[in-house]
């Protein structure tokens, strides 16, 4: 059982949608992350927050707007997307970040389709 | 910038075959290594890890070791299962977080295993 846990599971929007992803750890990891992966691709970096601050945006667009309320839960809204954002969204957490010795935690990931 | 180089897959073993997955890296200093493992419609999961030179990670019957002199952490099984079918990478987080991106962890391409009974 993975201990990053995200809801949903799936899920299906049109291009129109406003829609959530949530993620939830309780491991007391101060680093979470947000990854968008195409299939059999490695994962791509898109948020990094450190103690509950945004501490890199690799440019994502404005269309994904990520939050954390607090250390344990991370958020990603997602509004106006594109056919080519349906992909796997990956969760994770870390112990710090930079994390030299800390090795990322992933949650089973919320599968998107955009219609 | 530091990278991670694996071979391509897919690879295509029977049950009890002997499993070398090959990993080359490039990175400044010192940098930890894992291996990642991702089963069909799941997450990517820790297999194993190393943090310095000549360290051996081990788990579930797979094993890599640091070497330094050669930049590689090969990922080996003496014996696969049809459970071990799933596609695997190899990752580093630099020492250096100035020369590694920002501390961020730097993925291979991974490579697809396939174990047939």
């Known amino acids: 059982d993975t201990e990053v846990t995200q809801t949903p599971k799936h899920l299906v929007m049109g291009m129109t949608n406003k829609k959530s992803l949530k993620c939830e750890q309780h491991?007391?990891?101060?680093?979470m992350y947000w990854y968008k992966q195409k299939a059999k691709k490695p994962p791509e970096l898109m948020f990094v927050?450190?103690?509950?601050?945004?501490?890199i945006n690799e440019s994502v667009p404005s269309r994904f707007s990520p939050e954390c309320p607090n250390s344990s839960l991370l958020n990603l809204h997602l509004h106006a997307l594109q056919p080519e954002d349906s992909a796997l969204y990956l969760c994770?957490?870390?112990?710090?970040?930079?994390?030299?010795?800390?090795?990322?935690?992933f949650g089973n990931g919320t599968r998107l389709t955009v219609t | 910038g530091d990278s991670v180089t694996q071979m391509e897959g897919p690879v295509t073993l029977s049950e009890e075959a002997f499993l070398t997955i090959n990993c080359t890296y490039t990175?400044?200093?010192?940098?930890?290594l894992f291996w990642y493992v991702q089963y069909p419609g799941e997450g990517l999961q820790l297999l194993l890890k190393a943090t310095k030179a000549d360290d051996k990670g081990s788990n579930k019957g797979f094993e890599a070791t640091y070497r330094k002199e050669t930049t590689s952490f090969h990922l080996e099984k003496g014996s696969v299962q049809v459970s071990d079918s799933a596609v695997y990478f190899c990752a580093l987080t630099g020492a250096f977080a100035i020369y590694n991106q920002g501390g961020k962890l730097i993925f291979g391409q991974g490579t697809e295993l396939s174990v047939k009974p």
């Open positions: 491991m007391g990891h101060r680093a």
């Open positions: 994770a957490s870390s112990r710090t970040f930079p994390g030299h010795f800390s090795p990322l935690h």
């Open positions: 990175a400044t200093g010192y940098p930890s």
């Open positions: 927050y450190s103690y509950e601050k945004l501490s």
